[in-house]
Nanobody, 117 residues
């Protein structure tokens, strides 16, 4: 029953910073892990970053050092800060949640991030 809605995507210049956000609703207390995935044209969807209940974060090697994932459980929001964006960051970014119940698992609709040179 968790619902996720992303926002903040758009066109950004290479080297700039961008923050994409995700708002969760509907039984959010059951969520144990949240993550950002992305899918570039012609590519498979890949994990960008994740954050677990204890605040433990993991980042893909391709973005490590440039991105920061954060979750505000009180506000039911998830954010991904991308610094020094590169052309290869162009993709649809998806918010994802998971937990012990089927209702905790959810995907957002995605938000497009396009990096221009």
């Amino acid at each position: 029953q968790v619902q996720l809605v992303e926002s903040g995507g758009g066109l950004v210049q290479a080297g700039a910073s961008l923050r994409v956000s995700c708002t969760a609703s509907g039984g959010t207390g059951c969520i144990s892990v949240m993550a950002w995935y992305r899918q570039a044209p012609g590519k498979e969807r890949e994990l960008v970053a994740s954050i677990a209940t204890g605040g433990i974060t993991n980042y893909a090697d391709s973005v490590k050092g440039r991105v920061t994932i954060s979750r505000d459980r009180a506000k039911n929001t998830l954010s991904l800060q991308i610094d020094n964006v590169k052309a290869e960051d162009t993709a649809v970014y998806y918010c994802f949640s998971n937990g012990p119940l089927v209702a905790c698992r959810s995907w957002g609709q995605g938000t497009q991030v396009t990096v221009s040179s």
